[in-house]
């Protein structure tokens, strides 16, 4: 029996694109980026000229940004976060301003070619925009019993685009909530754009150390780029009570930094202070601005107190610190590659830099964790530099949290982490990945209602980023509610439609509502948009099995187990398969060799919606208790 997919609509024609290519320049998202207009018209108009592949990064260097023939993109990375820029601006502007439009121009990740997508119908409020179309009925197999309330982690960690809640005191006030958005600057002078850059990162941490205080993410505030902006409308899309706004100027010699406290109901500037240094004491003015900042908000803002003064790093340690932040945003392999390279530097540079040392532990963390790094130390390495970086300076939120991520995953002690988890989160409350990490390992203990707590924290905290909506859907999922979860990952392919990951999890939420039909059509688009993952094969080897065809789903087996065999897949997604069988013992069987190559999924046994099934069996309640302590 073959998949029946949905007839695809025409591709759209050159002048619709070129006509949706002037709307997107013409957004506040784009108007005053000129270096990302020019991104964007340059690989639109490039793929309409069939000259997509010659869309290489070096082409892009010299064609887009002025580089000369001696460009070496193992050590200029600026197309890399120039794509990385323009994904961001892009996913923002469809959230909003693009809400309706009928074609979407996207920039896959990993390719600089664009594409051009035609939605059927502009989206509705609280509906996804379809790029496809979903098979309501439910289907099953005439043997299978019908799945009950479930759970479920996939592997990922990621995703949000959605409507924040306000958060408020113990005292029934609105807690001050601060959104630093990208200074202005110079778009041609690279060097001002990264100093520009180190402003805003050295006001973010500050103003984050401010007690009685919430920060928005970087990756949210940062897609309101430029002056001039609605601040009202900006603000309530980021949940912001506060936004703080400035330019970067050089005149001459010296450098001039204008930063303004705005506050969003009736956009009052409650503080302003211009900053006139020689360029020569660059890094001086960024801790000078950080400082004064913190200060007139622990003054300015009710229930704020003053941030403690921490050491200052030696100018190049962080240089290279900065460098290695804009790096790991990038979120790929390379990327993360290059930002460890520069966070090791940084701490031989000056090896006191407590935030360096916890950076380069985060760094080590994820690659090891993911076994992307080449390094077999790597999980150990992590742990020490997070060690060092807490020796130095025991107030740093983030090695907490990294500390208590590795404790979780690697460790596999819940009490532990969860210590960790509580310090990182009593210095910091604005840490989204912090609270997106501790609903996961609340999940997995199926502390439901606490679990979703911290994945609705993580959201409000990082609004406008698509991989923090499939982040909460899979909480949603994994703690019973997959109508929720299948919601989530429609928003983020509203943001994001070639992101695979939703369509990941939009298949497992079909599967776990038994729509198995729409659940294959998921996961077939989610594998063909890259690597076949043995989450998504053991997803759709269930709703294969489910669906009647067990031919499919055995087929699906045989490739699972052939990747768990040379240690690039999961058993637990092996047990997928043959739940939906109806083979409970081989599942169990499948979950016993996944707990003995201390597979991470493991941790998720209680809230994976396709073990359902098997859940009943006398030997998984044993299974469970083994696996953690």
């Given amino acids: 029996m073959s998949v029946s997919l949905p007839p695809r609509d025409p591709a759209p024609s050159p002048d619709e694109v070129r006509a949706a290519l002037a709307r997107v320049l013409a957004s506040i998202h784009f108007v005053r980026s000129e270096r990302l207009k020019q991104f964007l018209a340059h690989v639109t108009e490039a793929t309409l000229a069939g000259r997509a592949a010659e ?3 070096t082409v892009i260097a010299s064609e887009v940004f002025d580089r000369t023939a001696t460009f070496d993109p193992r050590t200029d990375s600026i197309v890399r976060l120039e794509a990385r820029r323009l ?18 121009i996207d920039l896959p990740k990993g390719h600089y070619a664009a594409r051009f997508i035609r939605r059927h119908a502009p989206p509705n409020e609280g509906r996804p925009a379809e790029m496809h179309r979903i098979d309501d009925t439910p289907t099953r197999a005439p043997a299978a019993r019908r799945v009950g309330r479930v759970g479920w982690m996939a592997a990922a960690l990621a995703v949000v685009v959605i409507a ?9 006030r609105v807690t001050p909530t601060i959104a630093v958005l990208p200074f202005d600057a110079d778009a041609a002078d690279d060097e001002l754009g990264r100093f520009a850059f180190g402003v805003v990162e050295d006001i973010t941490t500050a103003v984050a150390g401010v007690p009685g205080t919430r920060v928005i993410a970087r990756s949210s505030a940062f897609q309101y780029p430029g002056r001039g902006q609605d601040l009202t409308r900006v603000g309530r899309a980021l949940g912001a009570t506060h936004l703080i706004e400035g ?6 010699g010296r450098l001039r930094i204008s930063t303004q406290l705005v506050r969003v ?4 500037h409650v503080w302003a202070e211009t900053f006139d240094r020689r360029a020569g004491d660059a890094f001086d003015v960024q801790d000078a601005v950080a400082a004064a900042v913190a200060a007139a908000i622990s003054e300015t803002l009710p229930g704020a107190a003053a941030p403690p003064r921490r050491r200052s790093p030696s100018a190049a340690a962080y240089e290279l610190y900065l460098e290695g932040v804009a790096l790991r945003g990038e979120r790929t392999l390379d990327a993360a590659t290059q930002a460890l390279a520069r966070f090791e530097q940084a701490v031989a540079a000056d090896p006191e830099f407590a935030p360096a040392h916890a950076a380069l532990g985060g760094v080590l963390a994820t690659m090891g964790f993911h076994g992307q790094s080449g390094i077999a130390d790597a999980l150990p390495r992590a742990r020490a530099s997070i060690d060092r970086a807490l020796a130095l300076d025991d107030r740093l939120a983030s090695a907490y949290a990294t500390r208590a991520w590795v404790l979780f995953f690697d460790d596999w002690d819940l009490r532990g982490a969860e210590r960790e988890f509580a310090r990182a989160l009593a210095l910091n ?13 609340l999940m997995a203990e199926r502390r439901d209602a606490d679990a979703l707590a911290h994945a609705r924290a993580a959201r409000d905290l ?8 499939n982040d909460v859907g899979v909480v949603m999922l994994g703690t019973g509610h997959p109508r929720d979860a299948l919601d989530h990952a429609h ?5 994001s439609p070639t992101d695979r990951g939703a369509h990941g999890l939009a298949g497992m939420a079909l599967a776990a509502l038994e729509r198995h039909a729409a659940a294959i059509r998921e996961f077939e688009q989610a594998l063909a948009r890259g690597p076949r993952y043995t989450y998504l094969l053991g997803g759709l080897g269930y709703a294969y099995a489910r669906q009647g065809e067990p031919a499919r789903a055995r087929a699906l087996a045989a490739e699972i187990a052939t990747a768990c065999a040379a240690g690039t897949g999961s058993w637990v997604h092996l047990a997928y398969v043959h739940a939906g069988l109806g083979e409970p013992d081989a599942a169990i069987a499948a979950l016993e060799r996944a707990r003995e190559a201390r597979d991470v999924d493991v941790l998720f046994l209680d809230a994976h919606p396709l073990l359902a099934p098997v859940r009943s069996h006398p030997a998984f309640a044993a299974l469970r208790l083994r696996s953690v302590r």
């Fill in 55 to 57: 869309l290489k990064e």
């Fill in 462 to 469: 990082d609004p406008l980023s698509f991989t923090r909506a």
């Fill in 164 to 172: 924040l809640l306000a958060w408020r005191g113990t005292s029934g």
């Fill in 265 to 268: 109901d009736d956009r009052h």
């Fill in 429 to 441: 409350p604005s840490l989204a990945d912090t609270h997106n990490l501790y609903a996961l390992m």
């Fill in 491 to 495: 928003r983020a392919m509203r943001t």
């Fill in 247 to 252: 330019s970067v100027r050089r005149e001459g």
């Fill in 87 to 104: 994904r961001e601006r892009l996913g923002a502007y469809y959230a909003a301003e693009g809400a309706a439009d009928a074609v979407v």
